[in-house]
């Protein structure tokens, strides 16, 4: 989506040639930034709807300023999923372009090729994504192959051996990441065992040396619903369009005979734990300490969301956050920091982490915990405040650009059941922030006295150095 008429670009391009001629002859001359133009304003394009005969919903954003189609089909459910095995959701969403009607995993990345398309499949928690970008004039072409891998995937033994091997490797290659070992250490411990952020996506060796072509040609079967399926289009495209082009497409697609369900929402504590607790975890001769510090957070209907997200900004959300700022522009102890909430219809996590040399960890986690209490101590500065509240509100205007920006848009406001429309009125809530608002949702929703801490790193020589800060009883766990 553009936000200026095309009359105002082009003047906007005639003044910069101007004033690039002016600058080179005043040279150093010009320290003085100019003032900055009045905010525009978010216009959230219209959403045309229609539901096919067999269930499958149309989602449409017309913006014909170019010749390309978006699309997004999304599958309610993902890995959370009732008796969906670990990891075969994941699996099955990568198989699905290897190989699909009458192609081969090569055949069918040259056809794609050949029109120009781009097709994928990916999936998550609550939904598996398969995604179409393609030129208008080879659109017919390109839902074929979407229609092929949604109904027709092939699944062949050896391409689903050949991608379990690989993805046994990949586990195996991942328990020499301290990022990665961080990360999984950190959500079984933050998460009870029958949560479904407790385990990782992708499944465990276990899990994936037990998948085969019949078991995941069964899943994807049962998983494949129209029903639960939205069609997202957005681009060169009319409602109308939509309609002939999925039914074509898809409106033979049938629902299987048993369906699979998805639970609702799990709720865990804020603070599962009695107090703040460390977890060790062991890398001789590291030349980083990888820091995991959070709790479980909070959801996105919380009426703290506005503020919330301004806080997370100030505290880590940005390159110029407090995090950032001292850890490495200050200090120098690492290439980054940050801290923030994630959202998702299941409550994801607090998390405030970076990579930091072996020889300042505990030094780090010093700076961590004493800016972590600041934010619900103290009130945060006027330009703090206003430069945390522009990052979010004029850096969502750029979200709408593009046909896939849009589409994307369109994706998150189905997986919180909420309309497009409800963004403009979350800008206006940030708007609306105050100094008070942040240090009352820090205070109330970051506790430092119950926060679980994950340090990957060479136990020998930073353990000492941890245990003189007394954050909390220390456990050394193994991966």
């Not at 553009?2 to 150093?28: E, K, M, Q, Y």
């Not at 046994?168 to 999984?184: F, M, N």
């Not at 950032?324 to 982490?353: H, K, M, W």
Request: charge should be positive; charged fraction near 15%; glycine fraction near 8%.
């Amino acid at each position: 989506m553009n936000h200026f008429p095309l009359s105002f670009r082009r003047a906007a391009v005639v003044t910069a040639v101007t004033l690039g001629t002016a600058i080179s002859s005043v040279g150093a001359q010009v320290t003085t930034a100019p003032a900055l133009g009045a905010t525009p304003t978010l216009t959230v394009p219209a959403v045309q709807e229609a539901v096919l005969p067999n269930g499958l919903r149309l989602m449409v954003v017309r913006n014909a300023e170019v010749p390309l189609v978006e699309a997004r089909l999304i599958l309610d459910g993902g890995a959370r999923l009732t008796g969906v095995a670990p990891g075969i959701a994941a699996f099955a969403a990568t198989m699905l372009s290897e190989g699909a009607g009458s192609r081969s995993a090569l055949q069918f990345s040259e056809a794609s090729d050949f029109i120009g398309a781009r097709l994928g499949a990916g999936a998550g928690w609550e939904n598996t994504t398969l995604t179409l970008s393609v030129p208008k004039r080879s659109v017919s072409e390109g839902f074929a192959l979407l229609a092929d891998m949604l109904l027709r995937p092939a699944f062949h033994a050896a391409d689903v051996k050949r991608e379990r091997d690989l993805r046994l490797a990949s586990l195996l290659r991942a328990k020499d990441s301290p990022g990665q070992v961080a990360q999984r250490v950190f959500f079984r411990n933050v998460y009870p065992a029958n949560h479904p952020l407790h385990r990782d996506i992708g499944g465990d060796s276990t899990s994936t040396a037990a998948l085969d072509s019949a078991g995941v040609r069964n899943y994807w079967q049962r998983a494949a619903d129209p029903r639960r399926a939205t069609l997202i289009l957005s681009g060169d495209v009319t409602l109308a369009e939509a309609r002939l082009w999925a039914t074509k497409a898809m409106g033979g697609w049938k629902a299987p005979a048993s369906s699979l369900t998805k639970p609702a929402a799990a709720t865990v504590a804020a603070a599962p734990s009695s107090a703040t607790h460390i977890i060790l975890v062991d890398k001789p001769d590291a030349a980083q300490s990888v820091i995991f510090i959070g709790a479980p957070g909070m959801s996105r209907s919380n009426p703290d969301y506005a503020a919330v997200q301004v806080m997370s900004t100030i505290l880590g959300g940005s390159f110029s956050s407090r995090l950032n700022d001292i850890l490495r522009e200050q200090l120098g102890y690492t290439y980054g920091a940050g801290a923030g909430f994630s959202f998702a219809p299941v409550t994801g996590p607090f998390l405030a982490n970076s990579a930091v040399r072996t020889n300042v960890t505990d030094s780090s986690l010093i700076v961590f915990f004493r800016e972590l209490k600041k934010m619900g101590a103290e009130p945060v500065s006027p330009v703090e405040l206003s430069r945390a509240r522009n990052y979010l509100v004029l850096g969502s205007l750029g979200d709408y650009e593009t046909a896939g920006q849009i589409a994307g848009a369109l994706s998150t406001s189905l997986l919180f059941h909420q309309p497009l429309a409800a963004v403009s009125q979350e800008l206006a809530a940030i708007q609306r922030v105050t100094a008070a608002d942040v240090e009352r949702v820090a205070k109330a929703h970051i506790d430092t006295g119950h926060l679980t801490v994950v340090i990957v790193g060479d136990l020998a020589k930073i353990r000492p150095g941890i245990e003189k800060l007394k954050l909390g009883p220390i456990e050394v766990q193994s991966y």
